[in-house]
Nanobody
């Protein structure tokens, strides 16, 4: 199993970025893919998830600005980020969870995940 993030970079406040998560070794019919972010010295924060049946959830901090989507054929998951703020600066990770959780919002907890990518840096300048 492998997850590889890409698409990070530096943008001014108000700008947009799209992060990509390339997966291998996972069946999208069995896995939820989540996006997390972490700032040095702070806990990792769950910001969005897309479940095996296509359900989505967002943390309140990104709701209305970020959109998660997937391409099942390409085994890719995307995070479109609009209206970026300096507070969005972090290392962003995608992760895969094979667990069946009845309530989607609980997929925003990092301990529910089995596989992790290496992360991609997003820096938003104010």
């Amino acid at each position: 199993v492998q997850l590889v993030e890409s698409g990070g970079g530096s943008v001014p406040a108000g700008g947009s970025l799209t992060l990509s998560c390339a997966t291998s070794g996972l069946s999208f019919g069995d896995v939820a893919i989540g996006w997390f972010r972490q700032v040095p010295g702070k806990e990792r924060e769950g910001i969005s998830v897309i479940t095996s049946d296509g359900g989505t959830e967002y943390d309140d901090s990104v709701k209305g600005r970020f959109t998660i989507s997937r391409d099942i054929a390409k085994k890719m998951v995307y995070l479109q980020m609009n209206g970026l703020k300096s507070a969005d600066s972090a290392v962003y990770y995608c992760a895969g969870s094979l667990r069946m959780i009845g309530t989607v919002k609980y997929y925003l907890e990092d301990f529910e995940y089995d596989y992790w990518g290496q992360g991609t840096q997003v820096t938003v300048s104010s």
